[in-house]
T-cell receptor, first 111, second 113 residues
Framework: LAKTTQPISMDSYEGQEVNITCSHN???????ITWYQQFPSQGPRFIIQ???TKVTNEVASLFIPADRKSSTLSLPRVSLSDTAVYYC????????????FGTGTLLAVQP | NAGVTQTPKFQVLKTGQSMTLQCAQDMNHNSMYWYRQDPGMGLRLIYY???????DKGEVPNGYNVSRLNKREFSLRLESAAPSQTSVYFC????????????FGSGTRLTVV
């Protein structure tokens, strides 16, 4: 399973764009890259998933370079309610599809 | 609403007691998972079931057993609870093909005294 590395914490202010980068040097050919958001006392929530290039939904964008050894979650114009822990995971189909969570990135958004 | 339902939401056990945490999903997902999360830490995989009828150990299986009762239900049992098992337990499910990620339940907060 691919191991991921991401910053432990980040600070931002309301209205700014936040980019959280995750490295996954050992990503396998059939692995997807998935990001989750977790608020205190809640289970993680799926945000976005991608395989290569760029993916955008109503919440975030995910940028994946050609070598797929890293990915960047971009949150446009964050608000206080975006304060949460963000996890980057890689995993794919089959018996090894048991995604391993790291400690995530604690994003603190200030007024 | 469709999703993953966990029961109970809170539980206090005495050391040595046993209990079963229940999890059910109504999304017709093939794979189900049990994680634990300790304060200030990420989630650690306890056991998973890639499909109905199969179960496998995750990162921290010691002290736990699981049963994939049918496609919908995946239970986690603590045979003899220990204070080190005080944690928040999350159940999750997925299609199993790596697409669209996991859907998590709201968690069970377990305290062992």
């Amino acid at each position: 399973l691919a191991k991921t590395t991401q910053p432990i914490s980040m600070d931002s202010y309301e209205g700014q764009e936040v980019n959280i980068t995750c490295s996954h040097n050992n990503i396998a050919t059939n692995d997807y890259i998935t990001w989750y958001q977790q608020f205190p006392s809640q289970g993680p929530r799926f945000i976005i998933q991608g395989y290569k290039t760029k993916v955008t939904n109503e919440v975030a964008s995910l940028f994946i370079p050609a070598d797929r050894k890293s990915s960047t979650l971009s949150l446009p114009r964050v608000s206080l309610s975006d304060t949460a822990v963000y996890y980057c995971l890689v995993g794919g189909e089959g018996a090894t599809n048991k995604l391993i969570f790291g400690t995530g990135t604690l994003l603190a958004v200030q007024p | 609403n469709a999703g993953v339902t966990q029961t109970p939401k809170f539980q206090v056990l005495k050391t040595g007691q046993s209990m079963t945490l229940q999890c059910a999903q109504d999304m017709n997902h093939n794979s189900m998972y049990w994680y634990r999360q300790d304060p200030g830490m990420g989630l650690r995989l306890i056991y998973y079931s890639a499909s109905e009828g199969t179960t496998d150990k995750g990162e921290v299986p010691n002290g736990y057993n699981v049963s994939r009762l049918n496609k919908r239900e995946f239970s986690l049992r603590l045979e003899s609870a220990a204070p080190s098992q005080t944690s928040v337990y999350f159940c999750a499910s997925s299609t199993g093909d790596g697409i669209d990620g996991y859907t998590f339940g709201s968690g069970t907060r377990l305290t062992v005294v």
